[in-house]
């Protein structure tokens, strides 16, 4: 049995990286995937990540497809 996985870092606050990877998820179907670090904004301390997520969350970035349970 292959188990497939997508590892990714460095998204920060670039939308377009977060497509990418939710694109990158629906063409693959990884069981997993591992954000390995660094995905909230650089700049802006705290209040600057507590200001991404509602950013994030009214993006297209969001998949429709709810996770898979585990076989």
């Known amino acids: 049995m292959t188990?497939?996985?997508?590892?990714?870092s460095d998204l920060h606050q670039r939308i377009g990286k977060w497509r990418?990877?939710?694109?990158?998820?629906g063409q693959?179907?990884?069981?997993?995937?591992?954000?390995?670090g660094d995905l909230l904004p650089m700049a802006g301390g705290?209040?600057?990540q507590r200001r991404f997520f509602p950013?994030?969350?009214?993006?297209s970035v969001r998949c429709a497809?709810?996770?898979r349970p585990p076989s």
Request: net charge positive; hydrophobic share 60%.
């Open 55 to 59: 950013v994030l969350a009214t993006t």
């Open 28 to 36: 693959e179907k990884p069981r997993f995937v591992l954000i390995a």
């Open 65 to 67: 497809a709810p996770a």
């Open 46 to 48: 705290f209040a600057g």
């Open 3 to 8: 188990t497939r996985f997508i590892i990714t």
């Open 20 to 25: 990418d990877l939710v694109r990158a998820v």
